[in-house]
C-alpha cells in the first residue's frame, strides 16, 4: 500500500487521542489524561485504510500562552527528535489540527504557526478537525457560524471536518461518529491522496529555523542560555559536543537558512 506521514496537533484536551481511534475504526491510542506531558512530544501510530497505510505522529505543542525555559528546553529536545525522525520519513504529507469547539485562544494560534508556518514551512497542506460536536443539529453548522473568527485570527486552513469522536452507547452518538469517521477519512483522502511531491528540506536547518522562531514567537520574555542548549542537545539528543555548540551557535545568533 502506499505510505503517508500526518502530523496531528492541537491543544491538551481538544481530543486527538480520540480522533486516532475515530480514523483507526479502533482503539489505538490511549484516551485517559496523561499527567507527564512533556511540550512536542510525540507518539506515532500506524493506521489503514483504504490502499494506503499511514503513520500518524501525535504531538503535543504549546500548552500555555507563554512558555518558560523549562518548557522551552523540552521543545529543543522532542522538536531535535521529531526532525529526525520525520527525516526517515521523507517528510510530512499533512498536517492535522485537532481544535476542540470554542473559542480560539492564544495557544491555538500560536500552535498553529509553530506547526504551519514553521514547522511545514507554509507549504504542506493543513486541515481542520473540529471535535465535541454532537450537541449540534447539524455538526457542519458550526464552521458556518465559526469560520469568520478563524479567517479573523488568520488561521487558513486547506479544508475542515466537524465531527464527534465521543462513542457513546446509544443510537444517535453511534450514528455521529460513524458519520464524523466517514468525514474525516475523507479529508485525509483528499489531502494526502494526490501525487503532490513533499516539499520537505528537514534536518538541521529547519531545527534551527523552528527554534529561533519559536524564540521570535515567545517575545523578548524568554532568555535562553547557550550552556543550556549545548548540554541539553548533547546530553537529550546524543549530539557531539562540537555539532551541539554549532547548532546553539545558530540558535542564539538567529541565523538559520
Known amino acids: ?15 486527538k487521542s480520540s480522533l486516532i481511534n475515530l480514523i483507526a475504526g479502533k ?9 507527564q506531558r512533556c511540550t512536542m512530544h510525540w507518539q506515532e501510530y500506524k493506521i489503514e485504510f483504504g490502499d494506503t497505510s499511514y503513520t500518524v505522529f501525535d504531538t503535543v505543542g504549546l500548552e500555555a500562552p507563554e512558555p518558560g525555559m523549562k518548557e522551552y528546553i523540552e521543545f529543543v529536545d522532542s522538536a531535535y527528535r ?3 525522525r520525520l527525516d526517515k520519513q521523507g517528510g510530512i504529507d499533512l498536517l492535522l489540527f485537532c481544535v ?17 508556518d514553521f514547522l511545514g514551512d507554509k507549504k504542506v497542506p493543513i486541515v481542520l478537525a473540529i471535535t465535541n460536536l454532537e450537541r449540534e443539529k ?40 460513524e458519520e464524523s469517521r466517514v468525514t474525516i477519512r ?20 529547519l531545527f534551527v529555523s523552528l527554534m529561533c522562531k519559536l524564540k521570535g514567537l515567545l517575545g523578548g520574555s524568554l532568555r535562553v542560555r547557550r550552556k543550556d542548549l549545548v548540554g541539553h542537545l548533547t546530553r537529550r ?3 557531539s559536543r562540537e555539532g551541539a555548540k554549532q547548532l546553539a551557535d545558530m540558535i542564539m545568533r538567529d541565523e538559520a537558512t
Not at 27 to 35: F, G, K, M
Not at 145 to 171: M, P, Q, W
Open 1 to 15: 500500500p502506499k505510505h503517508q506521514s500526518i502530523v496531528l496537533f492541537g491543544d491538551t484536551g481538544a481530543g
Open 237 to 239: 539528543c546524543g549530539i
Open 82 to 84: 521529531l526532525i529526525k
Open 138 to 177: 447539524r455538526m457542519e453548522d458550526w464552521w458556518e457560524r465559526n469560520e469568520g473568527v478563524f479567517d479573523s485570527y488568520r488561521i487558513k486552513v486547506a479544508g475542515h471536518a466537524c465531527i464527534t469522536a465521543a462513542n457513546r452507547l446509544d443510537g444517535r452518538h453511534q450514528e455521529l461518529c
Open 100 to 116: 476542540r469547539a470554542g473559542r480560539v485562544t492564544a495557544t491555538l494560534q500560536n500552535n498553529y504557526r509553530l506547526f504551519h
Open 186 to 205: 475523507d479529508l485525509v483522502k483528499k489531502f494526502t491522496g494526490h501525487e503532490r511531491g513533499r516539499v520537505w528540506l528537514g534536518g538541521d536547518n
Open 27 to 35: 482503539e489505538v491510542a490511549c484516551t485517559s489524561p496523561d499527567t
